[in-house]
């Protein structure tokens, strides 16, 4: 899994993961996240269009990083999860809390 983290402005930031989101990165995930939050960007814009695959140990990261935003006053969104995120986000309802949106620009955009 390849993590990289874009600031776009001063509270925001883009990550960009690139690979399987799956049991054997997912703790590396969640502490960049909660990392980044750290770091004052209240509001993650997690960019999965070349995320292959997303398993509940991804989806554990990423709840834990939507928490450390949270109570931040932040925001995690998803940025043009695949067809395989999608599906796993519906099946769990975890599409409520983790918005999805068909690109990055528009996750950025929409207000909290």
């Known amino acids: 899994m390849e993590?990289?983290?874009n600031p776009?402005?001063?509270?925001?930031a883009v990550v960009q993961l690139r690979g399987r989101l799956d049991l054997l990165v997912a703790n590396d995930v969640?502490?960049?996240?909660v990392k980044a939050v750290n770091e004052g960007f209240r509001l993650l814009v997690i960019d999965m269009s070349e995320v292959s695959f997303v398993d509940s140990s991804g989806l554990g990261a990423l709840i834990g990083g939507l928490k450390a935003a949270r109570?931040?006053?932040?925001?995690?969104?998803?940025?043009q999860?695949?067809?395989q995120a999608l599906a796993m986000l519906e099946l769990?309802?975890?599409?409520?809390v983790l918005r999805p949106f068909p690109n990055v620009t528009e996750a950025l955009q929409a207000s909290l």
């Open 71 to 79: 109570l931040a006053g932040g925001d995690l969104r998803l940025a």
């Open 92 to 96: 769990t309802t975890l599409n409520r």
């Open 3 to 5: 993590i990289t983290v």
């Open 8 to 12: 776009v402005g001063e509270q925001a």
């Open 30 to 33: 969640k502490q960049r996240l």
């Open 81 to 83: 999860p695949g067809a």
